[in-house]
């Protein structure tokens, strides 16, 4: 028999609550503690989240023993889910089921039913309280694919569910709803197929479409009480009543070629878009956000205010849906603008100005801009580390009161800031461009932090253009206009210095897994060899309570000084006034 996961075959092997455990990386009593010790109240904390359409959804979520055990096994079945689906469909476009899944979203679902002339969506009501513990229990039991042992299965069913029910806040409850509602995919699947139609499902979201002259009456019928209200045909009904689901009569809608038609919230009329209104109205609310520094967001008539998060996760989805725009080359080393041709869409441009202005310019709290990930390891633990002498940069808990820029695939496709010294200067070249259309914020610093060594030359012919000062190691910082600085890593003994010369040279020399630290990242050998990730990481996060900070003293006192400086200088408006037509350059 092919053996198609191997993470499957041990499930199947499994006897009972010890090989789960060892399964899924856990000590026995980790399991039984959060299954039969923990108190039921305490399993769960249940809240409600509004819906879009109005009412509540109830969340419950795990408490954080429950919560690791359920990551776990979520993590495996996905992995099981996957190794089944690539055993018997070869393309993408032939998944039924697109969502919880890697590499399929709302766009890949919508794209199977674009230029269709019906579109037909049916909800399933109660679509996660609908699976039981009976029926969780039941199909990991009796399923071909699983027929895991009693006890197993048993074990299973009770991570899995919570007043006998999958609770919408579980990680493993997406995964198992897949699971079960696969045998449901097939037979939807099939009469699709009897009728020319197209099916997919994202969730409890349901869609069929087709192109026939006439859309097949066993699948979607018009409702006899109106011309314009549809509902789903027996032979549709018939089959998800048989798999232990209910239709919710109140979404189930369908969509002519003539309309706009919308599948899981994106428009499938011609390409897969997102609805015009909903793209104006976060344009509108980046403007005045822009402007006044504030979003909002009308509820029933009357404007509240919307957190800034959750404006980024509606300019997320749209750059999502609808993509950058046309490919454009990098821009060489020596040019600070892009080039010319290739314009961004006017969605990826709106989405590029809400993060410069919320990274960088409207920010609620200072922010230090490293040349990348490992640097923002070291500052972080050279803070906490030494907190009680830097009150401006962390409480004694260790908490940080500035904020160290997170590089992302959004900040490298956006903003240009994948990590490096080049993409620094660049910013520092491009920062008046890319601000001058805010109104508000720069309430507080944006401080660059480079190297003092030949790589951030770029950077420093920037900071000379702009203030007409040389970096040489006198000046400790310089204000580059608005609220733009750049901090040079202080010079240790007059030569060039990058940020790891601020640690001890015993430290650099730490054998690690019996490995050297390289800290140019060339070496390729790495039985010999290990990176700086390695190095911030394993040496120096996990040891911050004994590592010798001291070398980094005058660069945190440096950040501190300037955090004040911008405060007292350039907010103030009584100081402001009298400085504001300088650039400004500090030092001792």
Same mark, same amino acid.
């Given at each position: ?27 026995? *009593? ?91 969506? %049916? ?144 428009? %499938? ?32 008539? +009357? ?117 490096? *010294? ?111 990730? %390695? ?42 006034? %009298?400085?504001?037509?300088? +650039? ?5």
């Amino acid at each position: 028999m092919t053996v198609v996961s191997l993470k499957l075959e041990l499930y199947r092997k499994a006897e009972d609550i010890t090989d789960l455990a060892k399964i899924l990386g856990l000590k026995p *009593a980790h399991i039984s503690y959060a299954l039969y010790h923990l108190p039921l109240g305490d399993r769960y904390e249940e809240f409600t989240v509004p819906k879009k359409t109005g009412g509540v959804r109830t969340i419950k979520a795990p408490h954080r023993t429950l919560k690791a055990i359920q990551k776990r096994l979520a993590k495996d079945l996905l992995e099981i889910e996957q190794a089944l689906e690539q055993s018997r469909v070869k393309k993408t476009n032939c998944i039924l089921a697109h969502g919880f899944k890697k590499k399929l979203s709302i766009m890949t679902n919508g794209e199977n039913h674009r230029k269709r002339r019906y579109v037909f969506n %049916v909800d399933l009501k109660d679509f996660f309280p609908t699976i039981n513990f009976g029926r969780v229990r039941g199909f990991f039991m009796k399923h071909n694919d699983f027929e895991l042992k009693p006890a197993v299965a048993t074990v299973l069913a009770q991570i899995a569910c919570h007043d006998n029910e999958l609770p919408q806040g579980s990680p493993c409850s997406p995964v198992i709803s897949n699971l079960i509602a696969s045998v449901m995919d097939i037979r939807l699947n099939e009469l699709a197929h009897r009728h020319n139609c197209t099916y997919t499902r994202y969730a409890d979201d349901i869609t069929f479409s087709s192109s026939e002259k006439i859309f097949a009456p066993a699948i979607g019928r018009r409702n006899v009480s109106s011309i314009n209200l549809w509902e789903a045909g027996i032979s549709l009904s018939r089959v998800i009543k048989k798999a232990g689901f209910k239709v919710n009569a109140a979404k189930t809608r369908m969509q002519l070629d003539y309309s706009r038609q919308e599948v899981t919230g994106v428009v %499938v009329n011609q390409k897969v878009n997102v609805p015009a209104n909903y793209y104006a109205e976060a344009a509108a609310m980046c403007h005045h956000l822009f402007m006044d520094g504030e979003c909002f967001v009308k509820i029933a008539g +009357v404007k509240q205010p919307l957190p800034r998060r959750k404006l980024r996760g509606r300019l997320a989805y749209i750059y999502q849906v609808r993509g950058r725009g046309p490919l454009i080359k990098a821009a060489p080393e020596d040019q600070e603008e892009r080039p010319k041709g290739g314009k961004l869409w006017a969605s990826s441009k709106l989405f590029e100005r809400f993060v410069d202005y919320v990274d960088l310019y409207g920010i609620e709290r200072p922010v230090v801009l490293c040349e990348g990930v490992t640097d923002n390891i070291y500052i972080k633990s050279a803070i906490q580390a030494l907190a009680p002498i830097y009150p401006t940069l962390t409480n004694p808990a260790g908490e940080l009161k500035i904020k160290l820029f997170k590089y992302t695939k959004t900040s490298a496709a956006l903003q240009q800031l994948s990590g490096g *010294a080049g993409e620094l200067g660049k910013l520092a070249n491009t920062y008046p461009s890319r601000i001058r259309k805010f109104k508000s914020g720069g309430q507080h610093p944006l401080i660059i932090i480079g190297d003092s060594d030949d790589g951030s030359k770029k950077l420093f012919a920037a900071v000379e253009s702009k203030t007409g000062k040389k970096v040489d190691g006198s000046q400790t910082w310089y204000h580059m206009g608005a609220n733009l600085y750049v901090v040079p890593i202080p010079k240790i003994g007059n030569k060039d210095t990058d940020i790891e010369r601020l640690f001890d040279v015993a430290l650099l020399k730490t054998n690690y897994d019996g490995k050297t630290f390289d800290k140019t990242n060339a070496e390729k050998d790495g039985t010999k060899f290990y990176g700086k990730k %390695v190095f911030a990481t394993k040496v120096v996060a996990a040891n911050k309570a004994t590592v010798n900070f001291d070398g980094f003293k005058p660069l945190l006192a440096t950040i501190a000084e300037v955090i004040d400086h911008h405060k007292t200088t350039v907010v103030s408006p009584t100081v402001a006034a %009298v400085s504001s037509s300088a +650039v400004a350059a500090g030092g001792p």
